[in-house]
């Protein structure tokens, strides 16, 4: 039998066909479903969430009043400390850990080689690997006496505390994607300015930062979302109480730490149950919005 | 003596024995090389014989690859030892400007770009809005820039076309009046319009700046120096006048060379 008598079966579907289909459709269905599950997690929250808004809700007492009293009769469903809350210590955190972040980012991505470099950004994944009720726990037991022992306060639970570690936890992520910002900056540039005759810090300074300040500002918006969305760490560390703060040292409470602490205890359906579920739109869409701002300003980079 | 110390005063930079390392690869052999002031001199030679080390040795931007680059021998720019311990490199680029292959201006404005050197070796004094604006256009007429970009000057200027880059990469280094500019085949990455536009601003600059640039086009090696050096694996072959070495070349090699007979 010669060559050109064989048969040849070009449509067969061996063992690798229905292997490649297979794992083509797994993966479809995991994507798949991903989204499913968000928008499911969203219709349900706003499905809770609207029984409020359009029933019992009163928009201007919501927003501007600073009691939250689900519990007394009458109740009052007033956010503004919780806002307070969650602002004041978010801000500190930011205050803490922008410059602590890009100075590590900076000191990662541009001074540091070789195995400094690698131990450096493993220990950052690392802090980035804490879980978040550790955090809470080193708020309780470490930063709350030595709050109470160093300025002399009754207690040491508070915007303070609460900063510290919250900033200490937006600080992983932010160090992160700050390096890829300055990482992405190509080197002809630096080349370019030091053979203008520019220092380490003038390359730094004039040509690396201005050219990444658009993934720097993606960096800080998303170590914001970190620090807003945290639960937690915040319950176990702000204190918890409602409060309009005038000081550091006081106690706030934060809007996703009421949701945690709260959501148990209201009766499922009720007027409280559901006022929690509008915190969560409230939460969802905040961050949703920051996120989405970050998204721009990394994809603003492309034009101009 | 008295002689080489004449001679030594007209030398623009004076490269004696240098050998370099890249780890344990050698890519310089015992370099010499003398330029002129305000002479332009060609660097030619066969793909990695090592004319960009060379050119990168004269400003030190090879120490950007730290202890992994190791350089023997002295070089002399303006009869100051470059090499030596105490050598600052901000001050020898000053001195030393540098034109790459690929334009790179800074992601800033056209006007920024000129200023960046201007900007980082000023000392102390205080210019103003209208001296800055002068400088910015001396600089941009010297490489008959002006004209394209005086209505643009806050355009980003990595949106300049190629060969505006690469003149604003001249003009930039202007300001701080360099005596040496190194060009490491600044038109490589030009059409053929822009590189005879380049050319011809390269030979204006002739005798205001000494000129040492890389070249693997023997056309333009031949339009546009006045002395032409000849590497081959790391080592100086043969250097001459122009004209001499293309028509009466010493070493067979280079006689090889310029006959297309490498690639
Ligand atoms: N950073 C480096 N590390 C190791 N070897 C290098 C490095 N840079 C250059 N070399 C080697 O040194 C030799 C000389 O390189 P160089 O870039 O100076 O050549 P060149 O003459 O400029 O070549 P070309 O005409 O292609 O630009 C080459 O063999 C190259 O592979
Ligand atoms: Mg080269």
Same mark, same amino acid.
């Given at each position: 039998?010669?060559?050109?008598?064989?048969?040849?079966?070009?449509?067969?579907?061996?063992?690798?066909?229905?292997?490649?289909?297979?794992?083509?459709?797994?993966?479809?269905?995991?994507?798949?479903?991903?989204?499913?599950? @968000?928008?499911?997690?969203?219709?349900?929250?706003?499905?809770?969430?609207?029984?409020?808004?359009?029933?019992?809700?009163?928009?201007?007492?919501?927003?501007?009043?600073?009691?939250?009293?689900?519990?007394?009769?009458?109740?009052?469903?007033? @956010?503004?400390?919780?806002?307070?809350?969650? !602002?004041?210590?978010?801000?500190?955190?930011?205050?803490?850990?922008?410059?602590?972040?890009?100075?590590?980012?900076?000191?990662?991505?541009?001074?540091?080689?070789?195995?400094?470099?690698?131990?450096?950004?493993?220990?950052?994944?690392?802090?980035?690997? @804490?879980?978040?009720?550790?955090?809470?726990?080193?708020?309780?037991?470490?930063?709350?006496?030595?709050?109470?022992?160093?300025?002399?306060?009754?207690?040491?639970?508070?915007?303070?505390?609460?900063?510290?570690?919250?900033?200490?936890?937006?600080?992983?992520?932010?160090?992160? @994607? !700050?390096?890829?910002?300055?990482? !992405?900056?190509?080197?002809?540039?630096?080349?370019?300015?030091?053979?203008?005759?520019?220092?380490?810090?003038?390359?730094?300074?004039?040509?690396?930062?201005?050219?990444?300040?658009?993934?720097?500002?993606?960096?800080?918006?998303?170590?914001?979302?970190?620090?807003?969305?945290?639960?937690?760490?915040?319950?176990?560390?702000?204190?918890?109480?409602?409060?309009?703060?005038?000081?550091?040292?006081?106690?706030?409470?934060?809007?996703?730490?009421?949701?945690?602490?709260?959501?148990?205890?209201?009766?499922?359906?009720?007027?409280?149950?559901?006022?929690?579920?509008?915190?969560?739109?409230?939460?969802?869409?905040?961050?949703?919005?920051?996120?989405?701002?970050?998204?721009?300003?990394?994809?603003?980079?492309?034009?101009? | 003596?008295?002689?080489?110390?004449?001679?030594?005063?007209?030398?623009?930079?004076?490269?004696?024995?240098? &050998?370099?390392?890249?780890?344990?690869?050698?890519?310089?052999?015992?370099?010499?090389?003398?330029?002129?002031?305000?002479?332009?001199?060609?660097?030619?030679?066969? #793909?990695?014989?090592?004319? &960009?080390?060379?050119?990168? #040795?004269?400003?030190?931007?090879?120490?950007?690859?730290?202890?992994?680059?190791?350089?023997?021998?002295?070089?002399?720019?303006?009869?100051?030892?470059?090499?030596?311990?105490?050598?600052?490199?901000?001050?020898?680029?000053?001195?030393?400007?540098?034109?790459?292959?690929?334009?790179?201006?800074?992601?800033? #404005?056209?006007?920024?770009?000129?200023?960046?050197?201007?900007?980082?070796?000023?000392?102390?004094?205080?210019?103003?809005?209208?001296?800055?604006?002068?400088?910015?256009?001396?600089?941009? #007429?010297?490489?008959?820039?002006?004209?394209?970009?005086?209505?643009?000057?806050?355009?980003?200027?990595?949106?300049?076309?190629?060969?505006?880059?690469?003149?604003?990469?001249?003009?930039?280094?202007?300001?701080?009046?360099? &005596?040496?500019?190194?060009?490491?085949?600044?038109?490589?990455?030009?059409?053929?319009?822009?590189?005879?536009?380049?050319?011809?601003?390269?030979?204006?600059?002739?005798?205001?700046?000494?000129?040492?640039?890389?070249?693997?086009?023997?056309?333009?090696?031949?339009?546009? &120096?006045?002395?032409?050096?000849?590497?081959?694996?790391?080592?100086?072959?043969?250097?001459?006048?122009?004209?001499?070495?293309?028509?009466?070349?010493?070493?067979?090699?280079?006689?090889?060379?310029?006959?297309?007979?490498?690639?």
């Amino acid at each position: 039998m010669t060559n050109i008598d064989r048969t040849v079966d070009l449509d067969r579907r061996g063992r690798d066909w229905y292997i490649d289909k297979a794992v083509s459709w797994l993966v479809f269905v995991g994507g798949a479903s991903a989204i499913v599950l @968000i928008l499911g997690i969203f219709a349900f929250v706003t499905k809770e969430g609207l029984g409020f808004i359009l029933g019992p809700m009163n928009f201007v007492e919501f927003f501007t009043n600073p009691a939250w009293r689900p519990t007394s009769r009458p109740p009052t469903y007033g @956010i503004l400390a919780l806002m307070a809350g969650t !602002a004041s210590v978010t801000g500190l955190a930011m205050l803490i850990s922008v410059p602590f972040s890009l100075g590590a980012a900076i000191y990662i991505g541009e001074f540091a080689t070789g195995k400094v470099r690698e131990t450096l950004k493993v220990l950052v994944e690392l802090l980035a690997a @804490i879980p978040s009720v550790v955090w809470g726990f080193i708020g309780l037991s470490i930063m709350n006496p030595l709050i109470i022992r160093v300025f002399n306060v009754p207690l040491g639970l508070g915007i303070l505390n609460s900063g510290i570690i919250l900033g200490l936890m937006a600080a992983p992520i932010m160090t992160t @994607i !700050a390096e890829d910002a300055l990482k !992405a900056v190509p080197d002809s540039y630096r080349e370019a300015a030091e053979a203008m005759g520019a220092s380490r810090w003038q390359v730094i300074l004039k040509v690396v930062l201005p050219a990444a300040k658009h993934g720097l500002m993606a960096a800080v918006l998303l170590g914001v979302g970190r620090g807003f969305g945290e639960t937690m760490a915040v319950l176990m560390s702000s204190g918890h109480s409602i409060n309009l703060p005038t000081s550091p040292f006081d106690s706030v409470r934060a809007l996703t730490a009421t949701i945690a602490a709260e959501l148990g205890e209201a009766p499922g359906g009720s007027d409280h149950f559901r006022a929690l579920f509008t915190i969560g739109i409230l939460l969802f869409l905040v961050t949703f919005a920051i996120n989405l701002t970050a998204d721009i300003v990394v994809r603003g980079k492309g034009k101009r | 003596m008295a002689d080489a110390t004449t001679a030594a005063k007209d030398l623009a930079i004076d490269v004696r024995g240098v &050998s370099l390392w890249y780890g344990t690869f050698q890519a310089l052999y015992e370099v010499n090389l003398e330029v002129k002031r305000g002479s332009i001199t060609a660097l030619i030679g066969p #793909s990695g014989c090592g004319k &960009s080390t060379l050119l990168r #040795s004269v400003n030190r931007i090879n120490e950007r690859l730290g202890s992994y680059v190791r350089t023997t021998g002295s070089i002399h720019v303006l009869q100051h030892d470059v090499l030596a311990e105490d050598v600052e490199p901000a001050r020898l680029r000053k001195e030393v400007g540098m034109v790459f292959q690929r334009p790179n201006p800074l992601p800033l #404005s056209v006007r920024d770009n000129v200023l960046f050197a201007h900007k980082l070796h000023r000392t102390g004094q205080r210019y103003t809005r209208a001296q800055e604006d002068g400088i910015v256009e001396e600089a941009l #007429s010297t490489v008959l820039l002006w004209d394209e970009v005086k209505d643009d000057l806050d355009r980003k200027a990595t949106t300049l076309s190629l060969e505006a880059q690469q003149k604003l990469c001249i003009a930039r280094l202007l300001p701080v009046k360099p &005596s040496v500019i190194l060009m490491d085949e600044p038109t490589s990455a030009l059409d053929p319009a822009a590189t005879e536009a380049l050319e011809e601003l390269i030979w204006e600059l002739r005798g205001d700046y000494t000129i040492l640039i890389v070249t693997h086009n023997m056309a333009q090696a031949r339009r546009a &120096s006045e002395e032409t050096a000849f590497m081959l694996l790391g080592r100086m072959v043969e250097h001459g006048p122009t004209e001499e070495l293309f028509l009466r070349p010493h070493d067979q090699q280079t006689a090889d060379y310029i006959e297309g007979r490498y690639g």
